[in-house]
């Protein structure tokens, strides 16, 4: 098993930037990737971005395009999610996933989730 914190979320104002943390314990040497999905009220679970664990291949979702990057550091066992540009369609919990296999958008791909950190952006 592993366990998935995240921290970083906040309220920030459209047009800022925040940054995201999801730290891993437990069996990390068997994570395959890591990603980011978002849900906000009313609305259903979105995928944002994702990376392989031991380097090479990410993925975004159209929205997030060159206004977020995905990175993580495994020495660390963390991932990260710099959001620039937000905007206030941006509004949701984030909630990081891990995955055992490669990149994918699918949230069925991830079996080990954290609790998740609300982002709220204000115009």
């Known amino acids: 098993q592993v366990q998935l914190v995240e921290s970083g979320g906040g309220l920030v104002q459209a047009g800022g930037s925040l940054r995201l943390a999801c730290a891993a314990s437990g069996r990390t040497f068997s994570i395959g990737t890591m990603a980011w999905f978002r849900q906000a009220p009313g609305k259903e679970r979105e995928f944002v971005a994702a990376?392989?664990?031991?380097?090479?291949?990410?993925s975004y979702a159209d929205s997030v395009k060159g206004r977020f990057t995905i990175s993580r550091d495994n020495a660390k066992n963390t991932v990260y999610l710099q959001m620039n540009s937000l905007k206030p369609e941006d509004t949701a919990v984030y909630r990081c996933?891990?995955?055992?296999?490669?990149?994918?958008?699918?949230?069925?791909?991830?079996?080990?989730w954290g609790q998740g950190t609300q982002v709220t952006v204000s115009s």
């Open positions: 990376i392989s664990w031991s380097g090479g291949p990410t």
């Open positions: 996933a891990a995955g055992y296999g490669t990149v994918s958008s699918n949230h069925y791909a991830y079996a080990s």
